[in-house]
């Protein structure tokens, strides 16, 4: 897979989870209230891990990198560091093209 084939399929996964994320906060406004282990939640987001897990796969991210960085690392949005294998150094995670470096040097 090439990067710019591997950054394509970041960008569509992180448009996803915008699109879930917005879905989520307009029924917890029009539901007032909602958990996750709802119905509806399982259907939102049990659907996007899988969603995630099949991608994480696909690309090679072999550090469950998009599950922290997700998860973890909030869409990038925290800033927080992180050091792939072969790096000597913990480096800033905040946006795809550093989530897709790091994939990138764990294969």
Do not use: I, P
């Given at each position: 897979m090439t990067t710019k084939e591997r950054m394509k399929l970041?960008?569509?996964w992180k448009e996803q989870f915008e699109k879930c994320d917005n879905t989520w906060t307009d029924l917890e406004k029009l539901f007032?209230?909602?958990d996750?282990?709802?119905?509806?939640?399982k259907a939102i987001w049990q659907t996007?891990?899988?969603?995630?897990?099949?991608?994480s796969k696909s690309i090679g991210d072999t550090g469950?990198?998009?599950n922290?960085?997700?998860?973890?690392?909030?869409?990038?949005a925290d800033g927080?560091?992180?050091k792939a294998a072969k790096w000597k150094r913990l480096q800033p995670v905040n946006t795809l093209s550093d989530l897709r470096r790091i994939i990138e040097a764990d294969i």
């Open positions: 970041l960008t569509e007032r209230g909602l996750c282990d709802s119905a509806v939640g996007f891990t899988l969603y995630t897990d099949a991608l469950a990198w998009l922290w960085y997700c998860w973890e690392n909030n869409m990038g927080k560091k992180a």
